[in-house]
């Protein structure tokens, strides 16, 4: 079974095609000001115009109002929603119903109880994104170049699509499968040169990656 990709934080045309060209089952696009990697109106409406066809189009939001929701699906024609925030099963279900988009909701883990924890989330999402908690001190949910015990998620009682994020990078994508058995892998800070910066060959190098792992 391949290990799918979805490159996160994209911002211009050039890595998203890139990411596309790779391989990358998903693009994500961060609709969150205090993020590196925020897209404004203006510039999801141009990106928008630009973007390749293919790869799932997932925009993330950290407790948004339906205004800003609804401008970036317009604006990229999103597949996906990605909740990072507190948002609730009941806000996942409005959501859904009223934007008729799958909705995959993130949760911070450290510990089996963590995903535990989530489990209420299972029914009513589409899809559960498990990353790192983020540091003492980050306004960012993700993002942070933090990754924790992958091993803690195998075995683990799991919804039937589940994405591993948290630390990610070329170099480790075939041991974070291997101890987590993940097959879809979320990275955005792994593959980049600076904060919010994609790089082209970092974004190949991580699909590459992927690609490799049996």
């Not at 279900?93 to 989530?118: C, N, P």
């Not at 800070?189 to 049996?214: M, P, R, Y």
Request: charged share 20%.
């Amino acid at each position: 079974m391949s290990v799918n990709v979805k490159i996160c934080g994209l911002s211009t045309p050039e890595t998203a095609h890139a990411a596309a060209e790779a391989g990358a089952a998903y693009l994500g696009f961060m609709f969150f000001e205090p993020s590196p990697r925020h897209l404004t109106d203006d510039a999801a409406r141009t990106l928008g115009r630009e973007l390749p066809e293919g790869p799932a189009r997932v925009g993330v939001f950290v407790d948004a109002d339906n205004v800003t929701i609804d401008r970036a699906i317009e604006a990229m024609n999103l597949n996906w929603l990605q909740l990072h925030g507190g948002e609730t099963p009941d806000r996942i279900s409005e959501l859904k119903l009223r934007t008729g988009l799958k909705v995959m909701k993130a949760a911070g883990g450290s510990e089996r109880a963590d995903i535990k924890a989530a489990e209420h989330y299972f029914e009513v999402a589409d899809a559960m994104l498990f990353d790192a908690k983020p540091p003492a001190g980050s306004v960012l949910p993700g993002g942070n170049a933090v990754s924790f015990p992958w091993e803690i998620m195998a075995g683990a009682n799991l919804p039937d699509t589940w994405m591993l994020a948290g630390g990610l990078k070329p170099e480790n994508v075939e041991e974070a499968v291997k101890l987590s058995q993940a097959r879809i892998l979320d990275v955005s800070s792994g593959v980049e040169t600076s904060s919010g910066v994609k790089s082209i060959s970092l974004i190949q190098a991580f699909l590459n990656a992927a690609k490799a792992v049996t």
